[in-house]
């Protein structure tokens, strides 16, 4: 079980990074908040899931999955939430017209 739960901390932080990398790399808020919405609560599940794989079968990793069900809740609510909030506030998604693109 330590095996498994080192590949699902290790893939869960691979996710996290990429999430961070794409932060750092993408052009504008639209392409920034996919990344991190997306990387972010695959990361964390799997992070928080791996810990509970090695705490094994005990209260404190029923704790760890019931949030780990929390953030896969409520991060896809809060991404969708800022994005809405930007296009209501007429944030416009860069394109290749716009200069400096």
Do not use: Q, W
Not at 69 to 87: D, E, I, K, Q, W
């Amino acid at each position: 079980m330590t095996v498994v739960a080192g590949l699902m901390l290790v893939v869960g932080f691979g996710f996290v990074l990429a999430g961070v990398i794409g932060i750092l790399r993408l052009p504008d808020f639209y392409c920034r908040l996919h990344a991190m919405g997306k990387c972010d609560t695959l990361g964390v599940a799997l992070m928080l899931g791996g810990v509970a794989v090695l705490e094994g079968l005990s209260l404190t990793s029923l704790k760890l999955l019931l949030v780990v069900v929390f953030v896969s809740l409520a991060n896809p609510t809060a991404t969708h939430a800022l994005g809405r909030a930007a296009v209501r506030s007429g944030l416009r998604a860069r394109t290749t017209e716009d200069p400096g693109a």
